[in-house]
């Protein structure tokens, strides 16, 4: 659990993509952001009060969040000396970068002196137990794609902020880097031992009120040769009520894999409710959320309104339209 | 790769199955054993050559197995001592147990003295590629079970048996700990970080001559809902040609999860082809391997009768019976 709220340290992003984790905690949880960091030359922005880290802890600021990709697997001397000196001032450092937080020999003495916590995010901190498949209390919706990277987070997320803007009981549960910092905790599942992908999934989602929703982020595609085991650990680890399937229309082949075309949303369908109701009979697919960013208004409108059709359920761009349709789906779940 | 032959340790064994390790080296690889060590009070036999230590480094073994469970945990103080003889009679170690040789201080640095080796083959010796889902040379038969546990080990090490009695290019590809004692070689697959387990198994069966079979030994089962996610992974990546379905009919419940009953054939049947001939359009299920270990001969004739009937396939105990018309049927496909 990383402690909140954050300083979003932006570095010397050379651009406002390289700072895409930060905008994913700016835009999803902003009351946990008291401001950034930037160093010279930075390009991004995330409109927060610029602030050093004597301003930021004065403000309550507990954790410095790395919400930027550094350049060529490298954490530069001139970031470097910026980390010393928060840990120094008493922070925390949160990172989800492949490179280590924890193989800076420089960061672990000072971390150590200073009696602070460094957390890498991209790997697990906890011992996962195995999968026991015993029915938990409380209620799942998984988010599975067409393919990987398609807005399985995006569609948790917007699904989480509509239900408890209704009111409604919900969390999001987070199962990537990005979705971690963002709440602050989570299982990295794609670094997680194969034994102990499903029980990472349980240990997640653990007995809830019986009117709470966990909105599960989905990983990979039970169509993705490199990753479907990950989609099937979630699958049978969540044994999710609901399931909402994430698409993107315009995408040629699926990602990495230039020789496999996108699976449709009838087989992604019939694949993923013939896999859950093994492990929750009543599972149901909700909805469908479609990422429209590369679509006008009119497309998007009009491949919405052909996909309600086809498949006989709402569909929506969430993060484009609202998750209301998603939601209204799974209150009438009941 | 452990270098053969072997010793084999069969340490103070308090029964035969306590050295069931040992038993299948001994089974399946027995030139690749020159002999057994065994300490007082060992109560397990391989009906192979007692020897010393020196007396196996004459006969030329060139590495001690250990082919026993050990008890507790821990490596007895006993055990200790015919380990470090070994290293320093010049074998190295490989070992298949929960605690690791390489957690043990003494035994890495008597290893790093005499520069011996301690194969540690619970977990990866390797840093494995993401699978790309490229579609290889040479053919590939995967078994997959209902269960964990059903004999998918013996179906692949009995069909790579019968084949290379009839002159036929088969290569074992071992998965599990075991497998990889009995050939030397192989992938930990449930020890495998998540995004790397498909391409674990793309590396362990890369191209082959296009009249070669790699007979891939599977885990788990789709059904299993706490390791499912690495037979899907076993499916994508193997990209295999033929599916050998493999089931143990007496079973109450899944293997661990008293709450589940195993699936049918056919429903094991349906979801592995509808996984597999997406990476493989041209795959086929060939033929049932029963485990029929705890029939009655009349019990298991009249089973793998009623097998062959209801699913139109050949069914065989190839154990038992032998792996001829599970060879047979991959013969036909040509």
Redo the contacts between chains.
């Keep these: 659990m990383i402690e909140t709220p954050y300083l979003l340290f932006l570095g010397d992003a050379p651009d406002a993509l390289a700072a895409k984790v930060a905008q994913g905690i700016k835009d999803w949880r902003p009351g946990n952001c008291v401001g950034q960091f930037r160093m010279e030359g930075c390009k991004a922005d995330m409109k927060l009060t610029d602030m050093t880290l004597a301003e930021a802890k004065a403000a309550g600021a507990k954790t410095l969040v790395i919400g930027v990709a550094n350049r060529g697997g490298v954490i530069s001397p001139a970031w470097k000396k910026v980390l010393i000196a928060a840990l120094e001032e008493g922070f925390d450092i949160a990172s989800g970068l492949h490179n280590l937080l924890r193989n800076e020999e420089d960061l672990v003495a000072v971390a150590k002196a200073c009696g602070r916590t460094l957390h890498d995010v991209r790997i697990p901190s906890v011992q996962y137990p ?6 938990r209390k409380g209620k799942r919706c998984l988010a599975v794609g067409t393919d990987c990277s398609v807005g399985k987070m995006y569609t948790a997320l917007c699904m989480d902020k509509e239900m408890k803007e209704r009111g409604l009981k919900s969390s999001f549960r987070a199962t990537g880097q990005t979705g971690i910092l963002i709440t602050g905790d989570g299982v990295p ?7 102990f ?3 990472s999934i349980e240990y997640l989602t653990p007995d809830n009120d019986d009117d709470h929703w966990d909105m599960i982020e989905g990983q990979g595609s ?2 993705h ?9 979630l699958i ?2 969540g044994q999710p009520d609901a399931l909402v399937l994430c698409h993107e229309p315009t995408r040629e082949h699926m990602r ?2 230039p ?2 075309k996108l ?1 449709s949303l009838q087989q992604v369908r019939d ?1 993923a409710m ?2 859950a109701s ?2 929750n009979p009543d599972v149901k697919v909700v909805g469908i959320s479609v990422n429209t960013q590369h679509m006008s208004e009119e497309d998007a409108r009009a491949y919405l309104a052909k996909v309600e059709e086809e498949m006989g359920l709402p569909a929506t761009d969430p993060y484009r339209y609202g998750a209301g349709p998603l939601v209204d789906a799974l209150a009438a779940l009941g």
């Design positions: 195995i999968a026991t498949g015993v029915k599942l794609d670094a997680v031992i194969a034994d992908m499903a029980g039970l169509f040769a490199s990753y479907s085991g990950v989609t099937m650990a049978h680890g990495g894999l020789d496999y699976p694949m013939g896999l093994w492990v």
